[in-house]
C-alpha cells in the first residue's frame, strides 16, 4: 500500500519542477494542497489557482483546495518585520498543510517550496521538520530544487501560467525596484 503524500502547492510550475523527483524517490499516493494566504493580489492568487486547478486536473491529480485569500491577516501579521515576512509565510502554510495532512488521514507531507533556489531552503526543511513533530506526521524531504529550471522551461513551453515574483505584495513591488 502506497503512503499517502500530502504536498503543499504554490503553483503549477513549482509542482511540474517537484513531482519527478518525487517519482523517483517513492511511489506515493499523491493530493496537492492549495494554501496559499500569501498571494497578492488577489488577481495573481486567482491566475496561479487556477492554473493549477487545470494542470491537476489533465493529469489526474487529486488537489484540495484551501481557498482562504489572507491578504488583510498576512500584511497585519508582516508589517512590523517586512524582512523576516518570508518565515511567517513559510510558517502560515507549512502549518496548515501538516495539520490538514495529520487531520485527514495522510502519513506524510512535503511542500513545493523547496523546489525553487530563491527561497530560504534550509529553512523551509527547519520549520517542516517542525511541524512534523508537532503534529506526528511524517516529513518527506527531497532537494527538490534539482529540477527546477525543468518545470519552468515546461509551463513555458505548455503555456501554463508562471508568476513573475514571489508571491506576496511586497516581493512584487521589489520585482519592480530592482529594475
Known amino acids: ?26 511511489d506515493f499516493d499523491i493530493s496537492c494542497f492549495w494554501y496559499n ?29 484551501n481557498d482562504y485569500y489572507g491578504l488583510i491577516e498576512f500584511t497585519r501579521n508582516v508589517i512590523d518585520d517586512l524582512n523576516e515576512r518570508c518565515i511567517y509565510c513559510y510558517e502560515t502554510r507549512i502549518k496548515e498543510t501538516a495539520r490538514y495532512a495529520k ?8 511542500t513545493t517550496l523547496l523546489v ?4 530560504k531552503h534550509e529553512k523551509i526543511k527547519e520549520i517542516c521538520e517542525k511541524y512534523a513533530k508537532e503534529y506526528d506526521i511524517g516529513f518527506f524531504y527531497a ?8 518545470g519552468q522551461k515546461f509551463a513555458r513551453e505548455n503555456n501554463i501560467y508562471m508568476q513573475k515574483y514571489c508571491g506576496c505584495i511586497f516581493s512584487e513591488q521589489e520585482r519592480y525596484m530592482k529594475k
Open 1 to 26: 500500500m502506497k503512503n499517502k503524500l500530502l504536498l503543499h502547492t504554490c503553483c503549477a510550475p513549482c509542482l511540474i519542477g517537484t513531482l519527478p523527483v518525487i517519482e523517483t524517490v517513492e
Open 103 to 110: 487531520e485527514n488521514g495522510f502519513d506524510i507531507f512535503s
Open 116 to 119: 525553487s533556489p530563491y527561497q
Open 143 to 150: 532537494d527538490f530544487r534539482t529540477n527546477f529550471r525543468e
Open 37 to 65: 494566504p500569501n498571494i497578492h493580489p488577489y488577481t495573481e492568487y486567482k491566475s496561479r489557482r487556477d492554473a493549477l486547478i487545470d494542470y491537476t486536473r489533465q493529469n489526474n491529480i487529486n488537489l484540495i483546495i
